[in-house]
């Protein structure tokens, strides 16, 4: 691998795959000349999804601060919304939202591989919430969900898509997602050019 090449994870969240944006996608990862060395359509176990997500305190707690924050934000008390103000709590409650979201159809699920990959399609991806993710991004352009109203539903952001955020992140659902002969490297044409 050249010194800075990295392998990141994708998934086409369920809505995605029921919108029809699979090939949208797939295709603005392919123009940009990343490279999908593996794709495959899976209809996830809540054990599966359950084993995706980190488990680890430090996530549940950014989770829930999160929401927290956007509670702050919008007005709303998060002990009327959800009986409590703990991080840790709302982030587990958050944490089985997205079990549920993510096992509500098939999902798409993608190794991409590239120098900064995991920087490159987080980039493309845009920001968690839709009304954050700059247009020309894929939330950006493609989602109108909001936390206050996912939380008020008990689900999700409906963001369309998935991608690891970090090398930690893309390791672990690397090895979780795939097997290394469900990988598939090869060349690209432009590989000459782009480098
Ligand atoms: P991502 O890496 O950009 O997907 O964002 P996170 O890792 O922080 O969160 C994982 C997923 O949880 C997001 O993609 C959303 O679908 C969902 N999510 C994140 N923050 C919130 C929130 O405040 N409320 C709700 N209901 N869902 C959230
Ligand atoms: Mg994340």
Redesign the pocket.
């Known amino acids: 691998m050249e010194p800075k090449e990295e392998k990141t994870i994708v998934l086409i ?1 369920p809505d995605g795959v029921k919108r029809g944006l699979v090939g949208e996608i797939v295709s603005r990862i392919e123009k940009r000349g990343l490279k999908i060395i593996a794709l495959e359509m899976v209809w996830a176990t809540k054990e599966q999804v359950d084993g995706h ?1 980190p488990k680890d305190v430090k996530w549940i707690k ?2 829930g601060e ?2 927290m924050a ?1 509670y702050d934000k919008y007005g709303f008390d998060p002990v009327e919304e959800l009986g409590t103000d703990d991080a840790e709590e709302i982030g587990k409650k ?1 944490r089985g ?2 079990i549920d ?1 993510l096992t509500s159809g098939p999902v798409v699920k993608m190794v991409i591989k590239g120098i900064h990959a995991i920087d490159m399609v987080r980039k493309l ?1 845009g ?3 839709p009304a954050l993710a700059e247009m020309g991004t894929i939330r950006g352009d493609f989602s109108v969900d909001s ?1 206050i109203a ?2 008020k539903g008990k ?5 369309i898509i ?2 690891s ?1 970090n090398f930690d992140e893309a390791e672990h659902e690397l090895n979780f997602w795939f097997s290394p002969e469900e990988i598939h490297d090869y060349d690209r044409a432009e590989d000459d050019i782009m480098f």
């Open positions: 969240k997500y950014r989770v999160k929401t956007t958050v939202w997205l979201y991806v920001n968690t919430v936390p996912a939380n689900r999700g952001i409906h963001n998935h991608a955020e």
